[in-house]
């Protein structure tokens, strides 16, 4: 069992920035692909982003793509989401999620593992 612990959400307001981490505490992030999702109220979860094991390749949806950028720290222990010029439309909880299997996928029940979750809120 992979246990994955988010941070860094809040309220902001429209073209502010958050940046969110995952730890896996006790775990090696490279032994995984790593994802974030979101999901906002009435609307089922969707991708945001994916990173490699290596961090070396990265994958975005088009709505976040020159916005927000997923890296992972040197130790790989942790995985970021920076999110820049935040928009009302990024209203979400955001979850970050771990995927064993090689491979990239954008489908979320393609994750193994995920996290309990953080609120992003952001206002007009």
């Known amino acids: 069992q992979v246990q994955l612990v988010e941070s860094g959400g809040g309220l902001v307001q429209a073209g502010g920035s958050l940046r969110l981490s995952c730890a896996a505490p006790g775990r090696t992030a490279s032994s995984y692909a790593m994802g974030w999702f979101r999901q906002a109220p009435g609307k089922e979860r969707e991708f945001v982003t994916a990173?490699?094991?290596?961090?070396?390749?990265?994958y975005y949806a088009d709505s976040v793509k020159g916005r927000f950028t997923t890296s992972r720290d040197n130790a790989k222990t942790t995985v970021y989401l920076q999110m820049n010029s935040l928009k009302p439309e990024d209203t979400a909880v955001y979850y970050c999620?771990?995927?064993?299997?090689?491979?990239?996928?954008?489908?979320?029940?393609?994750?193994?593992?995920w996290g309990q979750g953080t609120q992003v809120t952001v206002s007009s």
């Open positions: 999620a771990a995927r064993s299997a090689i491979g990239f996928t954008n489908r979320w029940n393609d994750y193994n593992y």
């Open positions: 990173i490699k094991r290596s961090g070396g390749t990265t």
